[in-house]
């Protein structure tokens, strides 16, 4: 079947690192991609890994390992406006690229 | 600018009543896509279409239907089957089946 597991919440420190882990099992993979979304607003696109490996985009990195079903995504130097759900989500190409979410990780950033 | 209109912001629907969600886009994309958003659940895919006059059941169909007579406008309607309605409705729309997703900013539906 198709499973996505992120963690629900996570607290951090402004200036500080979190990482938050998401775990899949689905019947295809071709790629994953991480979305930020304000409470209320339109989720908005971070990153894509399609390799395994390490991609750096400014404050924001993101790892896969497609052996062990596996991301990351790492805030660095945590601002208040990374207050926001983040989203895990898996393409599959035996449905015609349809995404399958997790449920998404709220992380709360507190001076 | 290019991006996705999602319109009303808040809907609120009577028991027995059809409402339809407005999902326009000028980012000339082929394929556009609408979401259904429950709280502490991932977005599930209500309908999906990957070029105009063309439609495909996603995920959890039943007690909605859509349309896409425009490139770019893809309308929700959510009928009275659809027996728990309330939830938050993201339209979105990609350049191809391979392509990232780009998001409307969503309509919060509530049932009086």
């Known amino acids: 079947g198709q499973n996505i597991d992120q963690p629900t919440e996570m607290t951090a420190t402004e200036g500080a690192i979190v990482q938050i882990n998401c775990t899949y099992q689905?019947?295809?993979?071709?790629?994953l991609f991480w979305y930020q979304q304000h409470a209320g607003e339109a989720p908005t696109f971070l990153s894509y890994?399609?390799?395994?490996g390490l991609e750096e985009k400014g404050r924001f990195s993101s790892f896969l390992s497609r052996s062990k079903g596996y991301s990351y995504l790492l805030l660095k130097e945590l601002q208040m406006k990374d207050s926001a759900s983040y989203l895990c989500?898996?393409?599959?190409?035996?449905?015609?690229?349809?995404?399958?979410f997790g449920a998404g990780t709220q992380v709360v950033v507190t001076p | 600018d290019g991006g996705i209109t999602q319109s009303p912001k808040y809907l609120f629907r009577k028991e027995g009543q059809n409402v339809t969600l407005s999902c326009e886009q000028n980012?000339?994309?082929?394929?556009m896509y609408w979401y259904r958003q429950d709280p502490g659940q991932g977005l599930r895919l209500i309908y999906y279409?990957?070029?105009?006059?063309?439609?495909q059941k996603g995920d959890i169909a039943e007690g909605y239907s859509v349309s896409r007579e425009k490139k770019e406008s893809f309308p929700l309607t959510v009928t009275s089957a659809q027996k728990n309605p309330t939830a938050f409705y993201l339209c979105?729309?990609?350049?191809?089946?391979?392509?990232?997703?780009?998001f409307g900013s969503g309509t919060q539906l509530s049932v009086l």
């Open positions: 989500a898996v393409r599959d190409p035996n449905s015609w690229g349809k995404f399958q």
């Open positions: 980012l000339n994309h082929d394929a």
């Open positions: 279409s990957q070029i105009v006059n063309d439609f």
């Open positions: 979105a729309s990609s350049s191809g089946r391979y392509e990232k997703l780009f």
């Open positions: 890994n399609v390799l395994d």
């Open positions: 689905t019947s295809g993979f071709n790629g």
